[in-house]
């Protein structure tokens, strides 16, 4: 039980310190105190943000696995993070000098409101298959991102579109990434009440017979995925597959008993961003590839491999 | 006592459960038997709060299970569904110690611990404790979700077609347990049954469903008779008494 905490945090610690000692800027090089304005408005907070939003992403991945009852649904594939870009959009003509906290709750009833849809056409749908689920939430979201395409597209803002859909912390600086921390709040209160979407995940019926109260539970947990999903769009923008793979991997091997495994997902969420974006800052600079994209390629390639080995445990 | 009070349930204005009234005394292993579509897990499901009804009334030792906080009944009554597929992998452990979910809200104390023991043994699942159900065979699961079921030790416990999908060995061997929860720890215990011979062999009471209607309710000497059969299930049969034991041949 200790053991995947043993290793995982020296492992992030020291992915963090190479994160913090990347960049083009050189730490050591002037010693008028420029090295250390580097790392206290740049290099720390871009650190900072990348653990946040990947403990939060992967945490939400797992939380939406139970409530979906569907192992291949994350925000990603099931038309929150679309959600979320349509709510920010919408900010951004309605009242564009809200500031971005009050954006980001826009993006976050958005986000609850497409993914609450999410959930109901799941109720309607009689059959399903374990591939229909994610489908389904693909097609949500296309069509919720094509009405976001359109708009931007008629006030040209297809640029803010491509920001918020694309995760890059290339622009993090202090004072700019903060409202991530509103999605580490959160991962703590889905870890206080890990429990219960334990036994969401055992589906209604068991969940009802322990007595839990099953719409509840549902809530606060579209509501904690709603946020985080609205933190990292408002702020970093998307990271695609996080929330699928690193909550199918924890749970190959340690089972889904999230009062135990939830650390284990934040703090590998935290890991495989940190990485990605280290291998994204290293492989053309002084140039760097968004951490989206790298995530995309490894997340894409890594979840393939799930998809056929794990065929028998997808519902 | 489980106390059902007119209780209808109806799909697109076909009653699925008819104005079925009924009371089980605490104590004892009954039976619902019944054709296809008679109604029988839909009544099931009701009792448990699983499902809303449209009109009527359980009680559950004096609990309106449609007002009752769904922890209170989950101290009180217990479910067990044929169709446990659950997303989340857990350990039969795991699984078992979630049967204590009413009590202690997933902070397991020592007497919880000490249920979860005693049930995993019961069932004989300690070589497996600490696989996942997806390593299991589906009899070693099926006792997995009974041994949740026995930790969350309620003094009522249904069980919905318990015996699907099990090879004859582990048929006997669940409806033995289940006959020892009624024998041996006092528990009420109410089984959806298809096979008449399994009901007729393990019930201290039959009760029969038709077409949502209550039909027949009684002993299993008094329901085991062909002219009852045959007014249940619509087909001929004879009635030989082996032992203690009535069996009916259908296949003559």
Known sequence: MMKPALIAIPVILLLAAVSVFTGVGSLAAADDGRGWFLVVESRLPRTLALMLAGAGLAVSGTIMQMLARNRFVEPSTAGTAESAALGMLLAVLIAPNLPVAGKMVCAALTALAGTALFLQILRRIPLRSALMVPLIGLMLGGVVNAITTFIAYRYDLMQSMGAWMSGDFSVVLRRRYELLWIGLALTLVAYATAARFTVIGMGEAIARNVGLNYDRVVALGLAIVSMVTATIVATVGMIPFLGLVVPNIVSLIMGDNLRRTLPVVAVSGAGLVLACDIVGRLLIAPYEIPVGTVMGVIGSLIFLQLLLSRRSHAG | ?252
Not at chain 2, 30 to 55: E, F, Q, W
């Open chain 2, 1 to 252: 006592m489980i106390e059902i009070h007119e209780v209808t349930k109806s799909y697109g204005g076909n009653a699925v459960v008819d104005r079925v009234s009924l009371t089980l005394p605490a104590g004892g292993l009954t039976s619902i038997i019944g054709p296809n579509g008679a109604g029988k897990s839909t009544l099931l499901s009701i009792v448990s709060r699983l499902m809303p009804m449209d009109t009527g009334k359980v009680l559950v030792d004096g609990l309106d299970v449609s007002r009752t906080a769904g922890d209170v009944l989950a101290r009180r009554l217990s479910i067990m569904r044929q169709d446990n597929h659950i997303t989340a992998r857990l350990s039969v452990r795991d699984l078992v110690a979630f049967g204590r979910y009413p009590y202690s809200k997933g902070r397991l104390t020592a007497a919880d611990a000490e249920h979860i023991e005693r049930s995993i043994a019961y069932l004989g699942l300690e070589p497996y404790q600490n696989r996942f159900l997806d390593e299991l065979s589906g009899g070693q699961r099926q006792r997995a979700f009974i041994a949740m079921v026995l930790c969350q030790d309620t003094d009522y416990m249904l069980f919905d077609e318990p015996l699907n999908n099990l090879d004859i060995k582990h048929a006997v061997e669940t409806m033995k347990l289940l006959r020892r929860l009624a024998d041996d720890f006092d528990k009420t215990v109410v089984v959806v049954l298809h096979d008449i011979n399994f009901a007729s062999a393990y019930s201290d009471r039959i009760v029969a469903m038709q077409a949502g209607r209550l039909a027949f309710e009684g002993s299993p000497e008094d329901m085991i008779v062909p002219s009852r059969l045959q007014a249940i299930f619509d087909v001929d049969c004879r009635v030989h008494a082996v032992g203690e034991t009535r069996l009916v041949n259908y296949f003559e």
